[in-house]
């Protein structure tokens, strides 16, 4: 594995992040923000409504079996999402359900027939009140401890019984509505989510599957790595990849359309690590640290910071060879990249988390013209 040097203190700038005056996305090419606004207010002037088709909230609760409100401020700022329709009339506004933090009522919820019902119920109830276009169901995870959860060898096919009802039940809601109403879900992207789910069964009742591509490595691993590399170094310890989680769900039964690629829009970082290889698939001490892409920019121009680029996975890195700090992130670059993959292999879209970590919109940008200009120039063959 060669890394190619990318900026010694100086920012490399790429013409995929050009802002172009287009419309919105295409309906045939997702963007998803997943919105995650830690109890705080959300404003509309935030928000680049018009390079999203999506917006999923995250998080609401489950208590006492019934899908609630994860914070205080919910309301208000689901309705500042919704009046971002007025920019864009085909966003979609979604709530996210669980979380890593809230997904260890689950299993409880899909056990049985009466349990599902009544957080069925919630859920639209929840919806309805709301005047959101769906739910996005993100259980981290069926058949796993997860966040230290509870979870059954029955949560497999638990799993499936509740997505179907649900889009049972969305169905008939929309007639009622005069809308259609939108099921999808967050998915681990490893083997394990595969074994413990029936995912071409599933896919059956969704709109979307919401791939969460990346931590792949994180700073809880001992040694360093890519957090999301599009494509599997031969160097890589773990040989793992998006491109590699792709082709689990497709063999799975997921059908390329309904796949949306997830793209982070943070980094982790490393302390301790040794300067061979600048750093990189070396070991390493947790940092107790998460950097946003936001918060990485101003390490680009300077600091001590050196950038590289792994040419074979397509991702970036920084190592600090003063203060031994490796931090794997995404930049404009290597979000192309996941575009032009997204589109060549007939995806979906792509998602990303999440939206306030992004700097100035710039990866935004790169999503909003990478998807756009393959989709005009298909459109004009």
Not at 290 to 309: D, F, M, S
Not at 323 to 344: G, H, M, N, W
Request: proline share 6%; charged share 25%.
């Amino acid at each position: 594995m060669k890394s190619f040097l990318l900026y010694p203190g100086t920012l490399l700038l790429s013409l995929a992040t050009v802002a172009f005056a287009l419309p919105p996305p295409s309906a045939s090419s997702v963007v998803t923000a997943y919105v995650f606004p830690r109890e705080q207010p959300l404003h509309a002037g935030d928000f680049a409504a018009r390079k999203l088709t999506r917006i999923n909230y995250a998080f609401a609760n489950i208590k006492k079996g019934r899908l609630v409100p994860g914070s205080d401020n919910d309301g208000v700022n689901l309705q500042t999402l919704l009046g971002l329709k007025r920019v864009n009339p085909q966003l979609k506004v979604l709530i996210s359900v669980g979380g890593w933090s809230w997904s260890g009522h689950f299993s409880d919820v899909a056990l049985t027939a009466r349990s599902r019902r009544e957080f069925i119920d919630s859920a639209v109830e929840f919806v309805d009140r709301h005047g959101l276009d769906g739910i996005d169901v993100d259980w981290e995870y069926p058949g796993s401890v997860g966040n230290g959860n509870r979870f059954r060898v029955e949560d497999k096919g638990n799993y499936t019984d509740l997505l179907r009802e649900l889009r049972e039940r969305f169905d008939r809601e929309s007639k009622i509505l005069g809308r259609p109403l939108l099921l999808t879900v967050a998915a681990g992207a490893s083997q394990e989510w595969i074994d413990h789910t029936e995912m071409r069964e599933v896919a059956r009742y969704l709109d979307a599957v919401n791939l969460m591509s990346y931590d792949y490595y994180t700073s809880a691993d001992r040694t360093t790595g890519h957090g999301a590399p599009l494509f599997a170094d031969p160097d890589d310890p773990k040989h793992i990849s998006v491109d590699a989680s792709v082709t689990l769900f497709k063999n799975a039964g997921v059908p390329p359309r309904k796949l949306i690629l997830g793209i982070p829009f943070y980094g982790h970082v490393w302390k301790h690590v040794n300067a061979a290889n600048h750093g990189l698939f070396q070991r390493g001490k947790n940092s107790d640290m998460e950097a946003n892409y936001k918060q990485i920019v101003p390490l680009l121009t300077g600091a001590g910071y050196v950038g590289y680029r792994d040419p074979v996975s397509s991702a970036p890195y920084l190592y600090n060879p003063d203060k031994q700090i490796f931090i794997t992130y995404e930049d404009p670059q290597s979000v192309a990249a996941k575009c032009r993959y997204a589109l060549k292999n007939k995806l979906g879209g792509v998602m990303f988390w999440e939206y306030s970590g992004d700097a100035d919109g710039a990866l935004l940008k790169v999503i909003d013209s990478g998807l756009h200009r393959a989709i005009l120039k298909r459109k004009g063959e």
